[in-house]
């Protein structure tokens, strides 16, 4: 389990409220004459991610619900509505508060030892994980993870004003998870998404001297509001750090990683290689 996937030791998964506060909204859309597009505009999100909420497949960020309730005229339906919703289908238990968190942060940094983030990954590679996962997935838990994990994935494109930077090391895409085929399709995507404006991808080559990271994956994450906050995750459970010194401490690690790893260029031309390897 990475990136707070649902597995089938985690809590189960419910969408009915999710569900029935969907067709809330699209009702109250379509009584106020908008489209999703119109509507998207007007709460300063997607008609993707309109979309999502509607069809029960995204947990609405509490700036969705907020922003609703003015179009609609702040009747404080939606905002009582929200406040009975169940878990997003495809989410852990414990990941809810941090994907939120995601879908709204101006700055997210990720290092990663196990897998490729899931941000960062491709249908063939994230269900190449959910497969093989233990004990085994139904065809049910397996599609709500990879659409879950496609609807988080819209953020790299949709917030151009947010930074995401990654440090991945070396034996990530040296494994093969998936076979030749799985590997090179996912060095070209890693390859395509490093290509954005607010992208960095930095690789920790397998040699290397010292290494601030040897206690684990990490996730850094900075609001709005300019408050920092952590997320560390293991098997079948995650950490939801908000404590100050700690999140300090990570801030550190992570930006000597920045120094230890590969430049920017550098990584580039090392995924490259290994391309041409396959």
């Given at each position: 389990m990475v990136d707070g996937a649902m597995g089938t030791g985690s809590e189960p998964e419910s969408s009915d409220s999710l569900r029935t506060f969907g067709a809330v909204v699209q009702g109250l859309r379509e009584h106020a004459g908008l489209s999703r597009e119109e509507f998207g505009e007007l709460v300063r999100f997607s008609k993707h991610t309109v979309a999502s909420v509607e069809l029960g497949r995204r947990m609405p960020d509490p700036e969705f619900v907020t922003r609703a309730e003015e179009?609609?005229?702040?009747?404080?339906?939606?905002?009582?509505?929200?406040?009975?919703?169940?878990?997003?289908?495809?989410?852990?238990?414990?990941?809810?508060?941090?994907?939120?968190?995601?879908?709204?942060?101006i700055t997210l940094y990720t290092y990663e030892c196990r897998l490729v983030p899931g941000l960062l990954q491709t249908e063939?590679?994230?269900?190449?994980?959910?497969?093989?996962?233990?004990?085994?997935?139904?065809?049910?838990?397996?599609?709500?993870?990879?659409?879950?994990?496609?609807?988080?994935?819209?953020?790299?494109?949709?917030?151009?004003?947010?930074?995401?930077?990654?440090?991945?090391?070396?034996?990530?895409?040296?494994?093969?998870?998936?076979?030749?085929?799985?590997?090179?399709e996912l060095i070209d995507h890693v390859l395509e998404i490093g290509e954005l404006r607010n992208v960095e991808i930095q690789i920790m080559p397998t040699e290397q001297d010292t290494?601030?990271?040897?206690?684990?994956?990490?996730?850094?994450?900075?609001?709005?509001?300019?408050?920092?906050?952590?997320?560390?995750?293991?098997?079948?459970?995650?950490?939801?750090?908000?404590?100050?010194?700690?999140?300090?401490?990570?801030?550190?690690?992570?930006?000597?990683?920045?120094?230890?790893?590969?430049?920017?260029?550098?990584?580039?031309?090392?995924?490259?290689?290994?391309?041409?390897?396959?």
């Open positions: 179009v609609f005229g702040r009747t404080g339906a939606l905002r009582k509505a929200a406040g009975c919703l169940e878990r997003q289908p495809g989410l852990a238990a414990w990941f809810r508060r941090w994907a939120q968190l995601e879908a709204t942060a063939a590679y994230a269900r190449t994980l959910f497969t093989n996962q233990l004990p085994p997935l139904s065809d049910e838990q397996i599609e709500a993870q990879w659409v879950a994990r496609a609807e988080r994935q819209r953020l790299l494109r949709e917030r151009p004003n947010t930074a995401f930077g990654f440090i991945l090391e070396e034996h990530l895409f040296r494994r093969r998870t998936g076979g030749v085929e799985v590997t090179r290494h601030a990271g040897l206690d684990g994956p990490m996730q850094l994450l900075e609001t709005p509001e300019n408050k920092w906050f952590a997320y560390c995750e293991g098997q079948e459970s995650g950490q939801f750090i908000a404590d100050r010194k700690v999140v300090s401490m990570l801030q550190m690690r992570y930006a000597r990683m920045r120094s230890q790893a590969l430049t920017l260029k550098d990584s580039t031309s090392l995924l490259q290689r290994m391309r041409g390897d396959l």
